[in-house]
C-alpha cells in the first residue's frame, strides 16, 4: 500500500538557520504530494501541494520540489523563525481514492 | 473559509465505556474523514464518507463505528471504549480533490481509563 516516511522525528535548529525534513514516498501511479502544518493546541493546516513531476510548491517562506526519480519531497525553508516552531506533516493521495497517507510528522523547535 | 467544528473537546470515560464524537462542516464538502493522532504514529485515518449515508473504513477502523446523517454531520462511535482508544481525535473535511485539500477541526481528547 501507499506510505510516506519522515525521516527525522524531531528536528531543533537556531533562529535564522537553513530547514529541511526529508520525506520519501510509495505508492503505486502518480500520486500528489502534499505538506501540512500544525501549531501546538490546533489542527493540522494544509501548507502546499504539488501534483507532478519537477513541480514546486511553496507557502509562507516553505517550499518543496516533486522528485519522482527519488521519490521524495522534502520541506525547506532559508531562514527559520520562532514562529515555524510546529509539527510538519507530508502526505500523499490522489492515487484512486480521495483520502491521504500521513507521515507521522516531524517536530520543529527553536533552539532559545 | 470551510469550518468544522467537534464536540466535546475533551471526554473522560471508563473503559467499556459508550462514547459518541460530533463532527459539523458548515462548506457544503462531500468528504469527511475522522484521525486519530498519536505520538509516534502520526495522524491515522479510522473512517470516510463522502456523503450522508456513506461509510469508507479507513486504516485503523478495529473498536470504532461511524455514520454520516448528513452532509454536514460525522459521528464517531466507540461502543465498549477501552484504554488504547485514549488519544486526540480529529475530524476534517474537503471537496475530494485527490483527498486534499483537508481542513481539520480542532480535535477531541479522549482518556479511556
Known amino acids: 500500500g501507499d506510505s510516506v516516511t519522515q525521516t527525522e522525528g524531531q528536528v531543533a535548529l537556531s533562529e535564522e538557520d537553513f530547514l529541511t525534513i526529508h520525506c520519501n514516498y510509495s505508492?503505486?501511479?502518480?500520486?500528489?504530494l502534499f505538506w501540512y502544518v500544525q501549531y501546538p493546541g490546533e489542527g493540522p493546516q494544509f501548507l502546499f501541494r504539488?501534483?507532478?513531476?519537477?513541480e514546486k510548491g511553496s507557502s509562507r517562506g516553505f517550499e518543496a520540489t516533486y522528485d519522482k526519480g527519488t521519490t521524495s519531497f522534502h520541506l525547506r525553508k532559508a531562514s527559520v523563525q520562532e514562529s515555524d516552531s510546529a509539527v510538519y506533516y507530508c502526505a500523499l493521495g490522489g492515487t484512486g481514492s480521495n483520502r491521504l497517507t500521513f507521515g507521522k510528522g516531524t517536530k520543529f523547535s527553536l533552539i532559545p | 473559509e470551510a469550518a468544522v467544528t467537534q464536540s466535546p473537546r475533551n471526554k473522560v470515560t471508563v473503559t467499556g465505556g459508550n462514547v459518541t464524537l460530533s463532527c459539523r462542516q458548515t462548506?457544503?464538502?462531500?468528504?469527511m474523514y475522522w484521525y486519530r493522532q498519536d505520538t509516534g504514529h502520526g495522524l491515522r485515518l479510522i473512517h470516510y464518507?463522502?456523503?450522508?449515508?456513506?461509510?469508507q473504513i479507513g486504516d485503523v477502523p478495529d473498536g470504532y463505528k461511524a455514520t454520516r446523517t448528513t452532509q454536514e454531520d460525522f459521528f464517531l462511535l466507540l461502543e465498549l471504549a477501552s484504554p488504547s482508544q485514549t488519544s486526540l481525535y480529529f475530524c476534517?473535511?474537503?471537496?475530494?480533490?485527490?483527498?486534499?485539500?483537508?481542513?481539520f477541526g480542532p480535535g477531541t481528547r479522549l482518556t479511556v481509563l
Open positions: 504539488a501534483s507532478r513531476d519537477k
Open positions: 476534517a473535511s474537503s471537496e475530494g480533490d485527490w483527498g486534499g485539500e483537508q481542513y
Open positions: 464518507s463522502y456523503g450522508a449515508g456513506n461509510l
Open positions: 462548506n457544503s464538502h462531500n468528504y
Open positions: 505508492a503505486s501511479g502518480y500520486p500528489a
